[in-house]
């Protein structure tokens, strides 16, 4: 008798993903899966591979003279060393603190920054748009501890709060601030798009608690590894205790992945961009640096779909700024993972995420994160097929000559 495969967003594209021609039937855009950055990957295939032995990685434990016991040393090293080359985040006087994927990070540090003998839940707030994953985050254990506030713009109560701040933004990309600004309250970075294939590093992040994600910075979202820089020891502690009664710790497997690959990603940095600028676009170099790789293709991405909008009325883009990049060393453009979609109107209430749909073209609704329908956030970190199969749907709704795609 055969195994039964469920059905999930993975088995939904194998089933709708092609047709006879080979292109894809069913776009999702919806996800944030950063296949895109396969490419560079198979480039440095060899550099990339890690090999374990039957033996290996057998113990729950991988440290136990640091406070977060099962980090692998090897992977503290890597992160330390990356947030060095880079420049993003201070990494020194805080603890790393390793989790499955930033979600479970973002569950600790709600879990440690919750008073513990407060008689209500307290708050959790972002200002709208916000990722649309931190309300179901904040409710789906109905915790007594903490629960889900809303827009950080409208919290007006004087009582503890916990306020999320993601900079660059999910789903729009721009720079944040904290909002509410109270003294009751608590601030979490979310920081996974703070890496310069995305956008300028105008400063090494230095916060009390900051979340970073290997997805995002590397692109490999399947080894479900987060990590988050904390400066206050019992906070750490308290995030640890929860990483040890949710899952006793963190798959070793996936640690020793993630430090090969941050280090390869280190290597390429060190030596090419961070001491001469991002590499050109033309550059033929197998050893390319990967925030090179990464940003020339979402630039190309970025001035096409840019190109393609502008020669319709339909839609509209969020515009960014041009800031200095310390570790470009030089004026750099934003370029986010996410393309934030607008149209220009609305008649007969028409749902932004709808009207792509019916081009098969599945994207998020600006309703999911705290605005309304004419807004939907598209991923622009697909495959080349994917985006090219945008681009050509979406030229089809606007009417649009393919001249401009």
């Given at each position: 008798m055969g195994a039964t495969v469920k059905a999930s967003p993975a088995n939904f594209a194998a089933e709708n993903g092609e047709n006879g021609a080979g292109k894809v039937a069913v776009l999702n855009l919806a996800q944030g899966d950063p296949t895109m950055f396969g490419a560079y990957w198979e480039k440095m295939s060899e550099k990339g591979t890690i090999a374990f032995t039957g033996a290996q990685s057998m113990s729950y434990y991988?440290?136990?003279?640091?406070?977060?016991?099962?980090?692998?040393?090897?992977?503290?090293?890597?992160?330390?060393?990356?947030?060095?080359?880079?420049?993003?985040?201070?990494?020194?006087?805080?603890?790393?603190?390793?989790?499955?994927?930033?979600?479970?990070?973002?569950?600790?540090?709600?879990?440690?920054?919750?008073?513990?003998?407060?008689?209500?839940?307290?708050?959790?707030?972002?200002?709208?748009?916000?990722?649309?994953?931190?309300p179901e985050v904040a409710d789906i254990v109905r915790s007594r501890s903490y629960k889900w506030g809303g827009d950080a713009r409208k919290y007006d109560r004087d009582e503890p709060y916990i306020e999320l701040v993601?900079?660059?933004?999910?789903?729009?990309?721009?720079?944040?601030?904290?909002?509410?600004?109270?003294?009751?309250?608590?601030?979490?970075?979310?920081?996974?798009?703070?890496?310069?294939?995305?956008?300028?590093?105008?400063?090494?992040?230095?916060?009390?608690?900051?979340?970073?994600t290997f997805s995002k910075c590397t692109g490999h979202a399947g080894s479900r590894i987060g990590w988050a820089l904390v400066r206050d020891k019992e906070v750490a502690k308290k995030m640890i205790k929860y990483m040890e009664v949710s899952t006793i710790g963190v798959s070793k497997d996936s640690q020793l992945r993630a430090a090969k690959i941050l280090g390869v990603v280190s290597d390429?940095?060190?030596?090419?961009?961070?001491?001469?600028?991002?590499?050109?676009?033309?550059?033929?170099?197998e050893e390319e640096d990967f925030f090179s790789f990464s940003r020339n293709i979402l630039r190309e991405r970025w001035q096409r779909l840019s190109q393609l909008v502008k020669a319709g009325n339909l839609f509209t883009l969020q515009k960014y700024p041009t800031q200095y990049c310390h570790f470009?060393?030089?004026?750099?453009?934003?370029?986010?993972a996410f393309a934030w979609i607008r149209m220009t109107s609305n008649?007969?209430?028409?749902?932004?995420?709808?009207?792509?749909?019916?081009?098969?073209?599945?994207?998020?609704?600006?309703?999911?994160?705290?605005v309304d329908n004419m807004f939907a956030r598209v991923s622009m970190v697909s495959t080349d097929e994917e985006f090219n199969t945008f681009l050509q749907r979406l030229a089809i709704i606007q009417g649009t000559s393919p001249?401009?795609?």
């Open positions: 991988s440290n136990t003279k640091s406070i977060c016991w099962f980090l692998e040393p090897e992977l503290e090293k890597e992160i330390r060393r990356l947030h060095g080359v880079v420049g993003n985040a201070v990494e020194e006087e805080h603890y790393v603190v390793v989790g499955t994927g930033s979600s479970q990070l973002i569950q600790a540090a709600l879990y440690a920054l919750s008073p513990p003998d407060a008689d209500l839940p307290v708050n959790v707030v972002c200002a709208a748009p916000y990722y649309s994953s931190y993601t900079t660059p933004n999910n789903p729009d990309g721009a720079i944040r601030e904290p909002v509410v600004n109270k003294p009751q309250g608590t601030v979490i970075y979310d920081l996974a798009y703070y890496w310069p294939n995305y956008t300028a590093i105008s400063s090494a992040a230095d916060h009390d608690l900051m979340l970073f390429s940095c060190c030596s090419h961009g961070a001491e001469e600028g991002f590499e050109d676009e033309d550059e033929d170099d470009a060393k030089d004026m750099t453009d934003t370029l986010p008649e007969g209430g028409m749902d932004c995420a709808e009207l792509l749909k019916e081009q098969r073209i599945l994207a998020r609704s600006g309703t999911r994160f705290g001249i401009y795609i």
